[in-house]
Nanobody, 124 residues
Framework: QVQLAESGGGLVQAGDSLRLSCVAS???????AAWFRQAPGREREFVAG????????NYADSVKGRFTISRDNAKNTLYLQMNNMKPEETAMYYC??????????????????WGQGTQVTVSA
């Protein structure tokens, strides 16, 4: 497995932007990766995913047009640019890596490596 460490969370106001980063270490990061989030009392949900080469991605409907997932494999880093944020997006955000490549999955069971999470709070 690969070790993942998220950063960039914080407190923002509604409509603001925030960029999350996730640095991978250990084994190769050339594999599918994704961001999930979990709000208190709610199940973890898929936010965005990206293929190993960075050429394909998909998004939850709720974030399409506002969030952008990207990666820099030379730096073993995954990013999530979040624009026009909403209070209901307050959650712990997790970086995840799959075992390999192929179709970018949206279920958390498809990802075997997880970071500790970074808290994002959006005030109204």
């Amino acid at each position: 497995q690969v070790q993942l460490a998220e950063s960039g969370g914080g407190l923002v106001q509604a409509g603001d932007s925030l960029r999350l980063s996730c640095v991978a270490s250990g084994r190769t990061f050339y594999r599918n990766a994704a961001w999930f989030r979990q709000a208190p009392g709610r199940e973890r949900e898929f936010v965005a995913g990206i293929g190993a080469g960075g050429l394909n991605s998909n998004y939850a409907d709720s974030v399409k047009g506002r969030f952008t997932i990207s990666r820099d494999n030379a730096k073993n880093t995954l990013y999530l640019q979040m624009n026009n944020m909403k209070p209901e997006e307050t959650a712990m955000y997790y970086c995840a890596a799959a075992a390999g490549m192929g179709v970018v999955q949206t279920t958390d069971s498809s990802y075997g490596s997880w970071g500790q999470g970074t808290q994002v709070t959006v005030s109204a």
